[in-house]
């Protein structure tokens, strides 16, 4: 399966997209290698394209002003859907990082080609819509996380959401995103190995 194929068929299993309406859209994808450490939208850059991971692995991050330290806030992996949301819907500057963790495929869409497709095709207005919804789950997710859950299982969580993850990035990106130190993410991984 070619990388629009693969496209085509994620699409049509997350938002229903048929052939047809898929057809509409392919002279819009793009595809673009990411080398570990680049960036695919910066702090304080507008967000013009939503990107499907072929392979690889994003952060989205935020620096603390005081500390300089880096705050881990989302991770996208193989076969998801990658942009700094907010930016990409109102067209105004990111208040975060998004960063390649290790050398990355993606295939991309501008937004002005969405809109586009938007105002051809109910399907792809089902699929922007989809697509807010599940941005708008996730970061809802994030916030009741740290409420409801320990640290435990939020690292269960993210394993179960980015199977890939576990060995392809430094554990310290866990901590930072699981909120803890580093001591802490080891004691849960020696506990959860012991089980």
Not at 35 to 52: A, D, I, R
Not at 117 to 141: D, I, P
Not at 159 to 167: K, M, R
């Amino acid at each position: 399966m070619n990388d629009i194929d693969l496209l085509g068929h994620a699409l049509r299993t997350f938002a229903d997209i048929d052939e047809e309406a898929f057809a509409l859209s392919v002279p819009y994808w793009q595809k673009k290698h990411y080398k570990k450490g680049e960036f695919y939208n910066e702090y304080k850059n507008v967000c013009k394209h939503l990107g499907f991971i072929l392979d690889g692995i994003f952060r989205t991050y935020y620096v603390n002003d005081q500390t300089g330290e880096e705050k881990n806030i989302f991770f996208f992996s193989k076969h998801q859907v990658v942009v700094s949301y907010k930016s990409f819907i109102n067209q105004s500057p990111c208040n975060y990082y998004t960063e390649s963790m290790v050398d990355s495929t993606i295939l991309y869409i501008n937004i002005t080609h969405l809109q586009e497709l938007y105002q051809q095709s109910h399907q792809w207005e089902r699929f922007g819509r989809l697509v807010g919804e599940r941005a708008f789950n996730l970061a809802m997710n994030r916030m009741e996380d740290f409420l409801f859950q320990t640290p435990e299982q939020r690292y269960l969580d993210l394993i179960e959401q980015h199977p890939d993850l576990y060995n392809a990035i430094p554990l310290y990106h866990i901590s930072s995103y699981l909120g803890i130190q580093g001591p802490s993410l080891s004691r849960i991984r020696k506990r959860l190995s012991g089980r």
